[in-house]
Every structure is written in structure tokens, then in C-alpha cells.
């Protein structure tokens, strides 16, 4: 009687110390897709500062002439890359205020969230996209008029 209550507490015992239970897949996807979306927004917030140098260095080029014209929109699409950055990154974190906590929800809380995530996704690639589009402008720019 003493060996089998052994042998079963032994089997509990190794049991409940054996494998760690894994998440959901909600959880997974989850942190799959805040993890993306951070990723995109870790690539772009670098480059802020470059942003905020082109702002300055094409404000001074602004005038009456076409080039001046030029610098004119350049800088504008610059100003406006960065307020599209700073107003998501306020946005994101009213949505999401525990992207960078790991937070499990529930399968129904998830699913509520699901539609978040992708339009999440969408507007961090279109303001990576913006950040990128105008600094290459900006740059080609100014490169065409120093010659």
C-alpha cells in the first residue's frame, strides 16, 4: 500500500513538474503582432532626429524662387511625417497601454482586439513609409540644389 501511494505521488510529482503549460494561440498572435508593430516603429524612431535636421535645413532653403517652392512641399512632408510619428505613438499607447507589459487576454478579449492590431499594423507601415519618402525626398533635394 506504502509502494503505491509512493509510486503515485512519485507520478504527480513528475507530473506537475514536467512541462510548463504553453499559451494560447490568441496570446502567441498576440505578441506576434505588438511585436511587429513595435519592430516598424524601433526602425523608424531613429531617424527622427535626421527628420527634424532636414526640417531645419530645408526651412532655410524656403523662398519665392521654384527651388524655394520646392523646399516649401519637401518641408511640409517632412512636418507632417513627424506629427503622423508623435500622434501614433500618443494613439498607440492610449490603445494599447500594455504593449510593452506581457498581458494575456482572454480568447474573447482578443478577438475584440484583433481588428486593433491590423489597423495597428497598417499605420505604423504607412507612417514608417511617410518618415522614409520624406527624408529621401528632402535629401534628393537638397542634393540636386548643392550642385
Known amino acids: 500500500m506504502k509502494k503505491t501511494l509512493l509510486l503515485i505521488f512519485s507520478a504527480m510529482l513528475l507530473a506537475s513538474c514536467g512541462e510548463t503549460p504553453k499559451p494560447s494561440k490568441e496570446k502567441i498572435h498576440y505578441d506576434e503582432s505588438i511585436d511587429e508593430i513595435l519592430a516598424v516603429h524601433d526602425e523608424v524612431m531613429p531617424k527622427m532626429g535626421e527628420l527634424s535636421s532636414l526640417i531645419e535645413k530645408?526651412?532655410?532653403?524656403?523662398?519665392?524662387t521654384i527651388d524655394g517652392k520646392r523646399f516649401k512641399v519637401v518641408n511640409q512632408e517632412l512636418k507632417d511625417a513627424h506629427d503622423f510619428m508623435m500622434t501614433w505613438m500618443k494613439d498607440f499607447g492610449e490603445k494599447f497601454p500594455n504593449a510593452l507589459?506581457?498581458?494575456?487576454?482572454?480568447?474573447?478579449?482578443?478577438?475584440k482586439r484583433e481588428p486593433l492590431l491590423k489597423e495597428e499594423k497598417e499605420e505604423v507601415r504607412e507612417m514608417k513609409d511617410r518618415v522614409n519618402s520624406s527624408i529621401k525626398?528632402?535629401?534628393?533635394?537638397?542634393t540636386q540644389t548643392d550642385k
Open 58 to 64: 530645408t526651412e532655410t532653403k524656403i523662398d519665392t
Open 101 to 111: 507589459k506581457d498581458t494575456t487576454y482572454a480568447s474573447e478579449e482578443y478577438k
Open 137 to 142: 525626398s528632402a535629401e534628393k533635394l537638397l
